[in-house]
T-cell receptor, first 115, second 113 residues
Framework: AQKVTQAQTEISVVEKEDVTLDCVYE???????LFWYKQPPSGELVFLIR??????QNEISGRYSWNFQKSTSSFNFTITASQVVDSAVYFC????????????FGKGTRLSVIA | DAGVTQSPTHLIKTRGQQVTLRCSPK?????VSWYQQALGQGPQFIFQ???????QRGNFPDRFSGHQFPNYSSELNVNALLLGDSALYLC????????????FGPGTRLTVL
């Protein structure tokens, strides 16, 4: 069975602080995909990143960076110099590599960035 | 290029009623997946449609059914509504390729009274 755990339910930071959102996953598959989605108050899930399990390179996109460590089954997400517009619920998700299989989501982390 | 669209935005129903939610996938996408997101939870997979057939299904009762049309749009039907069906219903579209990412619509918020 697949499972995603986001232990941080809510995080509150002051604008310009760095913040890391944790994601730990469980799967018996040797190949899989990991995702992060952002859900602003409007409700739409916005795709942020997809990582293939055999690509352990960390990735940076502007103020966003992702740290994938297969050895610890973690895929953490860091926002540098946070902004108020980053306030949202962030979801980590996992899916099998083969076929267009469904996403398994964590429960999400609510991030509040205070001006 | 239009993204995934869903209608209606909000819906209020009473217990026992039936509801139909609609989804139009992103241009170029042929696969539609439906998810239910209860308050404070992550989305849960309901089912997926491809080539007008249900291809995969999550752990949801038969009260939840769907349909996909030749233009790839999809409907989610829920019969005999329960209070516990109150949730945000999200539609995601993708291609059938195993590498493809699912892109989500804005959702339909269903309230059952």
């Amino acid at each position: 069975a697949q499972k995603v755990t986001q232990a941080q339910t809510e995080i509150s930071v002051v604008e310009k602080e760095d913040v890391t959102l944790d994601c730990v996953y469980e799967t018996r598959d040797t190949t899989y995909y990991l995702f992060w989605y952002k859900q602003p108050p409007s409700g739409e899930l916005v795709f942020l990143i997809r990582r293939n399990s055999f690509d352990e390179q960390n990735e940076i996109s502007g103020r966003y960076s992702w740290n994938f460590q297969k050895s610890t089954s973690s895929f953490n997400f860091t926002i540098t110099a946070s902004q108020v517009v980053d306030s949202a619920v962030y979801f980590c998700a996992l899916r099998r590599h083969s076929g267009n299989t469904p996403l398994v989501f964590g429960k999400g982390t609510r991030l509040s960035v205070i001006a | 290029d239009a993204g995934v669209t869903q209608s209606p935005t909000h819906l209020i129903k009473t217990r026992g009623q039936q509801v139909t939610l609609r989804c139009s996938p992103k241009s170029g996408h042929d696969t539609v997946s439906w998810y239910q997101q209860a308050l404070g939870q992550g989305p849960q997979f309901i089912f997926q449609y491809y080539e007008e057939e249900e291809r995969q299904r999550g752990n949801f009762p038969d009260r939840f059914s769907g349909h996909q049309f030749p233009n790839y749009s999809s409907e989610l039907n829920v019969n005999a509504l329960l209070l516990g069906d109150s949730a945000l219903y999200l539609c995601a579209s993708s291609t059938a390729e195993s590498t493809d990412t699912q892109y989500f619509g804005p959702g339909t918020r269903l309230t059952v009274l």
